[in-house]
């Protein structure tokens, strides 16, 4: 059966509109609602009923013919038909109707950087701003710095913010498409023409930032399969489609490009898409020194006596090289092939050697989910035990706790433990790190808790030197575990402050704390180029989703896959340890 014929062949429900499209859309409703001028209580209603979608845990459409939606908190009877309407129909009047009332490109200037909803309401009253251009153009004609309430600092920050898009334009964050690939490369996989099948390009090597999705594949009938995979019903564009290779525009700007090979020639095309451009140069080379050509098509003989050799895994191209088998996310030309030929490649972590984790938020501050609900979340997926660590009193904007709060939390944790049989949870803090490395909470409260995860959440310009002692200083206090976040990045939003990594990473090994592994799929921080280092001054990494969210539990997946960029073995992190084992490392005095 061709996949024209099964995709006809869906029932309807898999058509129907998903939770997180439906919670999309009734954001963007706020979003338009608020610039319309309209009660903020009205909008508010819609912004909070998305939330709730984001975090249901149920399934949408079960919820809507059973006509529950109405036990959701926060979803009054507009919304239930609103979100009715849209789950049964896919569309809905009212959010056309109110979307055609603007300017097309008006939302897209909700994600630069430094330009909230309030500014944008003023911007597009006061000054008829509705798209990038114009924006731009009115920062820098002085337009935005003479509006009250604005000024120079605020036009300067919108500019940097435009700057920083067109930057990133066309780029994407590694743990936002990877679940889009894979559920791709699993449609593809039921193909009848697929013979093999594989991720490629730096997604395959899971680089923090991808410019798009890369399939690799044989058949011995690619035009059969390219003619079915330019008709699948998330493409937007098909941007050119040829018998061996087609580019398409996925819904949301994610490109993907299949390219389909021979079987024969699968592995060599695999590896060599894969790349990375520099390792492969460095493995070009090496292979002329043993008398090879290596290419996308094969392995061939140069010099005479030298057999011209068949392989049909990547595997198989390292052996008849010499070398040990070089996992995809190594390949970045740092060494992996000096490593492989002494037998040195580390055995890498995998997910499954997680046994918990420790940065994770509650409804206490800014999370979504309950103290409960997120155990047992985190116990579904397998983990023997899981820390919360909501934020600390100075982080007002999320809800930081007091002291009170925060005991009174740990009593709930201790209380919680005597209920639950498959998951032990540890009672921690985020702790903010003053501007001059001094903790949130006196050491009094610290020692109440099972662990701190220490972090930076203010004065980001700082200079390097005022950064680096200001986190070094906060590494000596003996209540701190971890540092989290260490650079403070969000992937194409916001850059790394000023940092000497080297330095931090000296103290980390001197003091015995323990550096965060944060595995946001907006953060991946600290950057995978320092691990290597890190594991060799003998310096701990603790993967932590920073959960705000039951299903961000699941990024510890993501974290894996980053440590083992890092060169990171089961050994170098210290939440594959077992629950006794991390009980113990908790004790332990710091040096």
């Known amino acids: 059966m061709s996949l024209n014929l099964e995709l006809s062949l869906l029932p309807l429900s898999l058509t129907l509109m998903t939770k997180n499209d439906v919670a999309a859309i009734l954001e963007e409703i706020g979003n338009l609602l608020e610039l319309k001028g309209e009660n903020p209580f009205k909008s508010r209603a819609y912004f909070n009923g998305a939330r709730t979608l984001q975090t249901l845990a149920e399934d949408l459409g079960v919820l809507v013919r059973e006509k529950r939606l ?5 979803i009054g009877d507009a919304l ?4 009715t309407l849209l789950v049964e129909t896919g569309s809905l009047p009212f959010y056309d109707e109110l979307k055609a009332s603007f300017p097309a490109a008006i939302l897209e200037l909700l994600d630069i950087p430094g330009l909230g909803q309030k500014k944008l309401k003023v911007l597009y009253a006061e000054l008829l701003i509705d798209n990038v251009d114009a924006l731009e153009a009115a920062c820098l004609d002085g337009r935005i710095a003479g509006l009250t309430g604005m000024g120079e600092k605020t036009a300067a920050n919108i500019l940097a913010g435009i700057m920083q898009r067109k930057k990133y334009a066309g780029l994407h964050r590694y743990g936002e498409i990877i679940e889009q690939a894979q559920d791709l490369l699993d449609w593809l996989r039921g193909h009848p023409d697929i013979l093999r099948l594989s991720l490629a390009g730096s997604i395959r090597r899971a680089k923090e930032i991808v410019k798009d999705i890369d399939l690799i594949g044989s058949s011995a009938d690619p035009a059969a399969v390219m003619a079915d995979f330019i008709l699948h019903p998330e493409i937007e564009r098909v941007l050119s489609h040829g018998s061996s290779k087609s580019s398409v525009l996925f819904k949301g700007g994610v490109q993907c490009d299949l390219r389909l090979v021979a079987d024969a020639d699968f592995a060599y095309a695999l590896h060599h898409f894969t790349g990375s451009k520099e390792h492969n140069v460095a493995l070009r080379q090496w292979a002329i020194s043993l008398g090879y050509k290596l290419s996308e098509y094969g392995l061939v003989a140069e010099s005479a006596g030298a057999p011209t050799l068949t392989c049909r895994t990547e595997a198989e191209i390292f052996r008849a090289l010499d070398l040990e088998d070089i996992a995809p996310e190594l390949r970045e030309n740092l060494g992996e092939l000096e490593a492989a030929e002494k037998g040195l490649l580390p055995r890498l972590i995998e997910w499954s050697d997680l046994k918990g984790c420790f940065h994770n938020h509650t409804t206490a501050s800014d999370g979504k989910n309950t103290l409960r609900q997120m155990a047992e979340a985190a116990a579904s997926i397998g983990l023997d035990y899981f820390g919360i660590s909501d934020h600390s009193k100075s982080s007002v904007h999320v809800n930081g706790l007091s002291e009170e709060q925060l005991l009174q939390q740990v009593a709930e944790i201790r209380l919680l433990n005597k209920e639950l049989d498959d998951i032990h949870v540890f009672a921690g803090v985020e702790c903010d790190i003053l501007k001059d490395g001094s903790l949130d909470y006196e050491d009094a409260i610290l020692s109440q808790l099972d662990y701190v995860v220490a972090s930076v959440h203010s004065s980001f310009n700082l200079s390097e030197g005022e950064m680096t002692k200001r986190i070094c200083r906060a ?4 209540h701190v575990t971890m540092l989290g976040h260490l650079s403070g990045r969000l992937l194409l939003l916001r850059n790394a ?4 990594i080297p330095d931090v990473l000296k103290v980390a090994a001197e003091t015995g704390t ?20 890190a594991r060799d001054l003998g310096v701990k990494c603790v993967i932590n989703p920073d959960a705000h969210s039951v299903q961000q539990i699941g990024n510890i997946k993501l974290g894996a896959q980053i440590a083992r960029k890092g060169w990171l073995r089961k050994q170098d992190v210290v939440n594959c340890l077992d629950l006794d084992a991390i009980k113990n490392a908790l004790k332990k005095p710091k040096l």
């Open 80 to 83: 239930q038909q609103k979100i």
């Open 475 to 478: 590494m000596e206090n003996p």
């Open 514 to 533: 323990w550096i965060e592994l944060n595995c946001s799929t907006y953060r991946f921080d600290m950057d995978w180029r320092w691990w290597h280092q």
């Open 70 to 74: 109405g036990e959701l908190p926060g």
């Open 497 to 500: 402050y000023a940092l000497n």
